[in-house]
């Protein structure tokens, strides 16, 4: 598709979303048509009272006229406030239905999505694209529709009262328009620029906000100072650059425009000397005129606001038709046994190997811990259970189904997950324990819960105790709370399938044994996949697989792997002689 027919579409696309709206925006247009055809009736007004009224007797006073104008601008404000509010309320539902329908979209995309993006360019596709096309479009119509109407009413009236006149305003009319256009176009080349540079005051503020911590240890506030300075003078620059441009325009288009009704003055004068215009004539002529050049200059700029409308317009789009995770097949679990099988599993992330001809049977209800250094491939390898990611080969069964064939949900609700990043909600400590499908879950299990993390501690001691807000991610808490919290919330969750990704790394080496003591009780029934770092906390897992450069390098019980000699070995023996093995 070529540039304008792209246009095309997504403006179709764009009204499609207005047209359960229509009745309001009907009455918007109406209104607006009304508004935009009384516009010539204030000059008309004026002619009459110059011709008919001004310098008459005392005696013959009317009040006919003044009457009319205050009808008049009454009849307008209201036509005014039903084109404003209706187009508003339209272009606010279409606003809401647009977030919405990216958010819907949103939530049901797969990992590899959100790879690929950083949360700030998603986010502004809520915030600031969807304004943009709100208001272009508000904007774009009510110039398309009511300045056109209002032009085409005054040009009209202006030929009704002189046609040899209102025959010149059009000669005139085009080299004005190319001015003002010309004029429009560098103002929105500046303006981008400030953009941008506005953009990089955000970005260092908002590095500088996030990383007070780091900033202070490491001395960087001369350096973050100066990037600043230097980001608000660019900015300061930009912006003076824009105001001088358009001061500097201005009274250059200004004086063409003077000059143009200046010689339609002489115009005019000569016509009137000719006898071929009255006095009321000439002041409606020129009143009519002046009214005539805002309409002109916002049609003239609509094409910059419908441009930024389309782009933004296109961004949104871009997000409601990313394809959603593939919704998987239609088989059902009902309780999974919990049985997983990998069969040649290769992955990659774009052209990077991670995963390489995986083979590996984990029986219902086995314990099997992944070892080994980081960067291996072990949540990479975890993340497949979920179908967080497909693999390039292979494949990887629950309870004899390969998990493409399962339902998505069905799959999902079979496993409990603590992964390597504690995801809190900006919610109270209750409702991050029982969170989505589990809020409905009777409150003595999700005590339960946290008793078993070992979260009851330290949630007595807050000033609401389970009621307390937490606040963003759980910033007012510490890296083991957050754990505890985690982990209560996949022991809540009580699925045949548990995946602990170091989901206890952040704990002191004393509440990890605790939990760890808890995890075992835990295990019993249902089939475990941890990936620890502490060896010392999976020794008594039925099964350990040591995972090297995205191949199983070892496996076997923690007494075979040390009486092997091998990789295991070595990783345990170093962890002794460093002291972390407790
Ligand atoms: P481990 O959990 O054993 O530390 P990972 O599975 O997290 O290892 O990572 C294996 C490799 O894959 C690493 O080299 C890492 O940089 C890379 N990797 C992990 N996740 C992604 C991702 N989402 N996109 C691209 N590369 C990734
Ligand atoms: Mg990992």
Redesign the pocket.
């Known amino acids: 598709m070529n540039g304008s027919a792209r246009g095309t579409a997504l403006y179709l696309r764009l009204l499609s979303h207005a047209r359960p709206h229509r009745v309001i925006f009907l009455w918007s247009l109406l209104g607006m048509t009304a508004l935009a055809a009384t516009e010539w009736i204030l000059p008309a007004l004026l002619r009459h009272l110059v011709d008919h009224e001004f310098g008459a007797n005392l005696g013959t006073l009317s009040f006919a006229i003044p009457l009319a104008l205050v009808a008049l601008f009454a009849a307008r404000g209201v036509m005014g406030y039903v084109a404003t509010v209706g187009l508003s309320a339209v272009a606010q539902r279409v606003m809401m239905d647009l977030r919405g329908k990216m958010f819907r979209n949103l939530v049901a995309l797969p990992?590899?999505f959100f790879?690929a993006r950083s949360a700030g360019e998603l986010v502004s596709k809520f915030t600031f694209d969807v304004t943009q096309v709100a208001q272009a479009a508000t904007h774009c119509v009510t110039v398309i529709v009511k300045d056109s109407i209002v032009i085409v009413a005054l040009l009209a009236y202006l030929a009704w009262l002189n046609w040899r006149l209102a025959l010149f305003l059009l000669v005139l009319g085009p080299p004005i328009a190319w001015l003002i256009q010309r004029v429009s176009q560098r103002l929105r080349a500046m303006s981008r620029r400030l953009q941008g540079s506005m953009g990089e005051v955000n970005a260092v503020a908002e590095e500088a906000i996030g990383g007070h911590r780091d900033v202070k240890i490491f001395g960087g506030q001369a350096y973050e100072a100066a990037r600043f300075e230097r980001a608000i003078n660019n900015a300061r620059k930009f912006q003076m650059k824009v105001i001088a441009t358009s001061a500097a325009t201005e009274p250059a288009v200004q004086m063409v425009i003077a000059l143009g009704i200046g010689m339609m003055m002489v115009f005019a004068l000569r016509e009137s000397a000719a006898g071929s215009m009255t006095r009321g004539d000439f002041v409606s002529f020129v009143t009519a005129t002046a009214m005539l050049l805002p309409p002109v200059k916002r049609l003239t700029s609509v094409n910059e606001y419908l441009q930024r409308g389309l782009a933004a317009a296109e961004s949104i789009f871009g997000l409601v038709d990313e394809p959603a995770e593939p919704a998987g097949g239609t088989a059902e679990l009902g309780r999974a046994r919990g049985e997983i099988r990998f069969e040649q599993v290769s992955l990659a992330?774009?052209d990077?190997q991670?995963?390489d001809g995986i083979d590996l049977h984990i029986a219902a209800g086995e314990s099997v811990a992944?070892v080994?250094?980081?960067?291996?491939?072990?949540?990479?390898?975890?993340?497949l259970v979920p179908r967080f990611?497909v693999p390039q080969a292979g494949r990887v069964l629950v309870d004899g189904h390969p998990v493409e064939t399962l339902k998505l949900e069905a799959l999902r609700a079979a496993i409990a997950y603590v992964g390597?990043h504690v995801v809190l909600f900006n919610d109270s400590i209750y409702h991050n324990i029982a969170y989505g499908a589990l809020r409905e879950v009777p409150r003595e299990r999700v005590l339960a819960a946290a008793d078993a993390a070992f979260g009851s501690e330290f949630v007595a001691a807050l000033p609401a105790g389970f009621d307390t807000p937490i606040g963003d991610d759980g910033l007012r808490l510490s890296g083991g709370q957050r754990q505890r919290l985690a982990i209560a919330r996949a022991l809540l969750k009580d699925a045949p399938i548990l995946i602990l990704?170091?989901a206890t790394s952040a704990l002191d080496a004393d509440s990890e044994r605790r939990i760890q003591q808890a995890l075992a009780q835990l295990r019993q029934g249902r089939t475990c996949l941890i990936?620890a770092h502490r060896l010392s906390t999976i020794e008594n897992a039925d099964r350990i697989v040591v995972?090297e450069q995205?191949r199983i390098v070892e496996q076997g019980t923690h007494r075979d792997l040390i009486a092997r000699g091998g990789a295991y070995a070595r990783l345990y023996a170093m962890q002794r002689e460093s002291g972390e093995l407790v």
């Open positions: 990992a590899s790879d992330y774009g990077k991670v995963l992944f080994g250094a980081s960067g291996g491939g072990k949540t990479s390898l975890v993340n990611y390597q990704d170091e990936v995972i995205g």
